[in-house]
């Protein structure tokens, strides 16, 4: 029952990981610091967290210095990028055990 649910979890892990990694889904909630120092909450995706030089040196106009995730979207990464896969291939893996009994 382990394997499968890892096996699932893993490979549904991978695909929420491409997603969230590489498209700009703003799930996330997180804070843009601006040049006088002040701070404004702002919905964050992961991608902009990796390409972070490249979009503070393109908002130069808008005075953002710094881009970052608050307490609350760490949480949110680690449930939907770590909690639901391995939910939902625990969810799988009993469907299947399940099929397989009734078969």
Not at 26 to 37: H, I, K, M, N
Not at 75 to 89: D, T
């Amino acid at each position: 029952m382990l394997k499968p649910t890892l096996q699932y979890g893993t490979l549904i892990l991978i695909i929420v990981a491409a997603i969230t990694l590489f498209l700009p889904v703003e799930l996330y909630d997180g804070v843009a610091v601006l040049v006088d120092g002040t701070m404004v909450d702002e919905k964050l995706s992961l991608s902009y967290l990796l390409n972070k030089q490249k979009i503070l040196a393109s908002d130069t106009d808008l005075g953002v210095t710094d881009i970052r995730l608050k307490f609350v979207g760490w949480i949110l990464v680690g449930i939907i990028n770590v909690g639901l896969p391995y939910l939902l291939g625990f969810r799988i893996a009993l469907a299947k055990e399940r099929k397989d009994e009734e078969s």
